[in-house]
Structures are given as C-alpha cells and as structure tokens.
C-alpha cells in the first residue's frame, strides 16, 4: 500500500506534468495514480492534493513569489516549483502539522530537486508558513 509520502511524490509529477503544458495530464491522473499504485484512501488523498492546488493556484503563486529573494518565480525549476505550490497549498488549506509539511516538502525536493532544492524549499515554505502565522495573530 503506498504511503502518503508516495503520494505526494505522484501529486508533484502530476504537478509538473501540469506546469510543463501537458493539457492530458488531468485526463490521465487517475491511471498515472494507479500505475504508482496509489489506491483507495491514498488515491483519494493524492486527488485532493492536485485539485486543491490547482483550484488554488493564483494564490498559491501570489504566497510563492512574496517570498523568493532574488529569484524569479517564472525562471523556478519546475520540480521545484511544483514542491513549493503543494508544500504551500497544504500549509494554507490543510489541518495537517506545519513542521510535517515542510519536512515532507524537504524530503521530496532531496529525491527529486537538485542539491539546492532542500534548502530552497525549506527557506521558502519557513518564510511563507511565518508569515502566516503572523497573519493569523494579528487578526
């Protein structure tokens, strides 16, 4: 049975499938899950994961690019791009744990990021998530 960490490492395929400009990859999610063999609860948690970014995907950049220092968001790689927008979207969206979250986040850009990755996503979803924080107790 696949974990929640594989899911999510499906969710940011499908993520970069999506960013990169493949129109089919919404068509063939659902095979993409199973041939991962991503099923039942895990399947439908992986779903939830893609649809909630994309529905959210405006905002989610908005968060993204408030907080790259000196890097342009359109220039982003794309695995990493796609760490971030999951890793932001389950901080805003979610009731899951924040330091679970970005671990999670960390991990993935270390199998699948450059040796950059890690650090990057773990600055960007910290600055992001301290942000929020400061938000939420100013309201």
């Known amino acids: 049975m696949a974990t929640r960490h594989q899911s999510r490492g499906a969710v940011i395929g499908l993520l970069y499938a999506h960013d990169i400009g493949n129109p089919e990859v ?45 890097w342009d ?10 760490i971030l927008r999951l890793g932001t979207y389950e901080l805003l969206h979610t009731d899951l744990d924040r330091a679970v979250i970005i671990n999670e986040a960390v991990e993935l850009a270390k199998e699948l990021g450059s040796d950059q990755s890690p650090k990057f996503v773990n600055g960007v979803l910290d600055a992001i998530e301290k942000s929020n924080l400061e938000e939420n107790r100013a309201e």
Do not use: N, P, T, W
């Not at 968001?73 to 796609?82: E, N």
């Open 26 to 70: 919404e068509q063939f999610s659902e095979d993409l899950l199973e041939e991962k063999k991503i099923r039942h609860k895990q399947r439908e948690f992986a779903l939830g994961l893609y649809h909630g970014v994309l529905e959210h995907l405006d905002e989610i950049d908005k968060q993204i690019r408030s907080h790259l220092k000196e």
């Open 73 to 82: 968001f359109d220039r982003l790689d794309h695995v990493d791009k796609s």
